[in-house]
């Protein structure tokens, strides 16, 4: 390999390439390969890259009481969750799931500021790129930051798991529905929906008639009309049947959102 190249790779497609090569040499296995790309592929991301939108965010509401904060909570089953003022645009802090859980169990009956437990947000740019990002969650021990568009309003958040799954791929724990079923009704005509979903299975449960001649997948079929590996949050429409990527690395989609035609507008019901 070296003899190929030269004493040392002249850029980064020669690395890739002397990765790929020591992979097929059996030096390392398929996963370890791909970590190392991954290791390669953060330096140059940016935190647009992989956010989870503003639209996905779950939040908290500053003037919610405890048992509404609670009942979001044990729902979406994250451990921190930014909470808002007035809109998404006003963040003012983060709180952790423990500081409320805590307070149900040592009150004893009292009342719950909120103000005294939220822990500072994190505001970061857009283009920040990941490697640098990890660093710095590393070093402020901060696992989670809002993501600021050019005009200071809030685009996303960005958790220093996701960052972490661009190296070692999909890290599942059971509040992931795609651990749950194939299918999972959020609504009315809304189902999340594994990107592993065949689409004869799809089609029987929902009696519809997307094609499966040239792919076998829901999630095949989705990069096929993009063109590309979509990334969290992008959308496309087929056979009327919106599907919105929930959750997605550098390698493959996870899961989606099939929002059917009879489906109730978003912000109603």
Do not use: C, W
Request: glycine letters at 8%.
């Amino acid at each position: 390999m070296m003899r190929k190249f030269g004493a040392h790779p002249r850029d980064r497609a020669d690395l890739i390439q002397l990765l790929r090569e020591a992979r097929r040499d059996q030096i390392f296995d398929d996963e370890e390969e791909s970590m190392l790309e991954g290791v390669l592929d953060v330096a140059e991301m940016q935190v647009r890259d992989i956010m989870i939108p503003r639209s996905q965010m779950v939040v908290l509401e500053r003037d919610d009481e405890p048992g509404q904060l609670l009942e979001t909570i044990i729902e979406s089953g994250h451990s921190r969750f930014p909470v808002i003022g007035e809109d998404r645009d006003e963040v003012v802090g983060i709180l952790l799931a423990k500081d409320l859980l805590r307070f149900f169990v040592e009150s004893g009956g009292g009342r719950f500021n909120i103000r005294e437990v939220l822990r500072p947000a994190v505001f970061i740019p857009e283009s920040k790129r990941l490697n640098v990002l990890l660093r710095d969650f590393r070093v402020s021990r901060n696992h989670m930051a809002i993501v600021v568009d050019e005009y200071g309003g809030v685009s996303g958040l960005l958790t220093i798991e996701d960052v972490l799954e661009q190296i070692v791929g999909d890290i599942g724990d059971e509040h992931d529905p795609d651990e749950i079923s194939y299918f999972q009704r959020e609504s009315d005509g809304v189902y999340t929906v594994r990107a592993l979903t065949r689409i004869e299975d799809f089609n029987e449960e929902f009696h519809t008639a997307l094609s499966d001649e040239e792919y076998d997948t829901i999630g095949g079929l989705v990069i096929s009309e993009l063109g590309r590996l979509p990334r969290r949050g992008e959308s496309v429409e087929l056979d009327g049947i919106r599907f919105t990527v929930l959750k997605a690395d550098r390698r493959r989609v996870y899961t989606m959102r099939a929002r059917f035609p009879d489906a109730p507008p978003v912000g109603t019901g």
